[in-house]
Structure formats: structure tokens, C-alpha cells
């Protein structure tokens, strides 16, 4: 079995997701694709960070979202 992509360190981040062997956090990397940045842009900015790695973020990220957790999002006014 390969080494997992994303790990958690009390002593890293405060614990925060990380990709392995960095201090580049999934929250960073989603922070970044919301904004508009490409994968491409990513790698550019970060060498140590691979495209597996990105969808390795975005893939924790989804299937912490499917969680048994309600998310309240305020209505946005008119």
C-alpha cells in the first residue's frame, strides 16, 4: 500500500490536513481553486506539490463533507 497523500500532525499546522512531507494544507489548496487559481498555478507556485496530491485535498475534502454533519448556510439577502 502506498504512503497516504494527506496526513494530520499536532505538531504540523496545528493539526490541520497537510499534504505528506509539507506544510502546504487542504484548506490552502481548496482556498486557492475557490479563488480561482488553477491546478497549473498551484504546482507553479508550489514544487513540492503534485497533481495527485491536489486531488488527493480535494477528495478528503469531499468525503468530510458527506459527514452526518448539517452545514447551516445563512440566506444571503436580496
Not at 502546504?24 to 506539490?49: M, N, Y
Request: aromatic share 2%; no cysteine; hydrophobic share 50%.
Amino acid at each position: 500500500m502506498s504512503e497516504p497523500l494527506i496526513v494530520s500532525d499536532p505538531t504540523i499546522m496545528m493539526g490541520k490536513p497537510v499534504i505528506a512531507g509539507t506544510r502546504i494544507t487542504v484548506e490552502l489548496i481548496l482556498d486557492k481553486l475557490a479563488a480561482g487559481e488553477s491546478a497549473e498555478q498551484l504546482l507553479e507556485e508550489h514544487p513540492r506539490l503534485s497533481k495527485p496530491a491536489i486531488l488527493a485535498a480535494i477528495g478528503f475534502a469531499a468525503r468530510a463533507l458527506r459527514a452526518d454533519v448539517v452545514y447551516p448556510i445563512p440566506r444571503q439577502s436580496a
